[in-house]
């Protein structure tokens, strides 16, 4: 098993920038491809950026390409998304989701195995 916990999420004005940190427990975080998507109210999820196990490689929606940037510290078990130029679009619950492989991660349903509670960002115009 593995437990995820997101924080970094807040209220920021347009045009500023967030880093959503998600960190793992359990069974070594190194092991999980890992990503990020976000739900906003009366919507689907979506799928924001992945990240391989080892960060060697990273994928975006093209909503937020440019503006945001997957990466991970293995060593202290947290994947991060730093989040610029933020946008009252990018308003949502953002979810951090774990999986041995980043296909189960990007697949159209997601397959992840491993799922966190979210953390909400709320971007004002």
């Known amino acids: 098993q593995v437990q995820l916990v997101e924080s970094g999420g807040g209220l920021v004005q347009a045009g500023g920038s967030l880093r959503l940190s998600c960190a793992g427990s359990?069974?070594?975080?190194?092991?999980?491809?890992a990503g990020w998507f976000r739900q906003a109210p009366g919507k689907e999820r979506e799928f924001v950026s992945a990240?391989?196990?080892?960060?060697?490689?990273?994928t975006y929606a093209d909503s937020v390409k440019g503006r945001f940037t997957i990466s991970r510290d293995n060593a202290k078990n947290t994947v991060y998304l730093q989040m610029n130029s933020l946008k009252p679009e990018d308003t949502a619950r953002y979810l951090c989701a774990a999986s041995p492989l980043i296909r189960q991660v990007t697949s159209k349903p997601p397959l992840a195995n491993y799922w966190g509670k979210g953390t909400l960002v709320t971007v004002s115009s």
């Open positions: 359990g069974r070594p975080f190194s092991n999980y491809a």
């Open positions: 990240i391989s196990w080892n960060g060697t490689t990273t």
